[in-house]
């Protein structure tokens, strides 16, 4: 009899991390088109700024633009993109790949978006802040219950307090712990984010709201 409590208590953890991660690990990945974009765009138009290249810069600004106009075609938008990739500096070469993600997040293309991403997260050429932002929009796109692990493991570098991207790095992997079925590994992790008061309001406010879904 109490094997089959256990099993049954187990089954019952197993569905609440589902539910869980259904609820905001999903709503994680909903934004994750939107802070590409965000950064791609506002980390281009320094570029832009700065580049002594102003014909790139000019290019990059017009494959942008053409890329986040939902009345484009993808493949114009791609293409334009594509000459910016084969032609730019590294810079250029990583907003390119961004943009090229966030088309396809657009067009429900998961897997296209990841390889994009993949392709600046593996360019040691390539500034690391953005191969940073490449490795934790790779999380909020490809996470499952499978490869929680695998990327937990890669966000860990990245979530540390001196990374732009710690307090992104930290929520992923927190949620990523609850993806694996793990909920007890994530409640420090949140704990930490709800009370930490230099955190972004909104990821302060998310994981008191999860800490109270799981009990804590």
């Not at 765009?41 to 320094?46: D, L, N, S, T, V």
């Not at 996470?143 to 890669?154: F, G, K, V």
């Amino acid at each position: 009899m109490v094997d089959i409590f256990q099993e049954v208590e187990e089954d019952l953890k197993r569905e609440r991390s589902e539910e869980l991660w259904r609820k905001y690990g999903k709503y994680v990945i909903g934004v994750a088109a939107a802070i590409v974009l965000g950064v791609a765009g506002r980390e281009g138009w320094k570029t832009y700024e700065t580049s002594t290249s102003i014909e790139n810069g000019t290019r990059l600004a017009n494959a942008v633009e053409l890329a986040q106009d939902s009345a484009t075609d993808e493949d114009a938008a791609l293409a334009a993109l594509d000459a910016i990739i084969a032609d730019g500096n590294a810079d250029f070469v990583a907003l390119g790949h961004f943009q090229k993600a966030a088309v396809y997040l657009r067009a429900d293309a998961t897997p296209s978006a990841i390889s994009e991403l993949e392709a600046i997260a593996g360019n040691s050429d390539i500034d690391q802040v953005y191969r940073d932002l490449a490795v934790v929009q790779i999380a909020m796109n490809s996470a499952s219950a499978e490869n929680a692990q695998d990327l937990i493991t890669r966000l860990e570098p990245i979530a540390v307090p001196e990374n732009a991207w710690y307090y992104s790095a930290r929520e992923m992997i927190a949620l990523l712990h609850i993806a694996g079925d793990e909920v007890e590994a994530a409640k420090p992790l949140l704990t930490e984010i709800a009370d930490d008061n230099s955190a972004p309001a909104g990821m302060r406010a998310r994981a008191s709201e999860i800490l109270k879904a799981v009990g804590a």
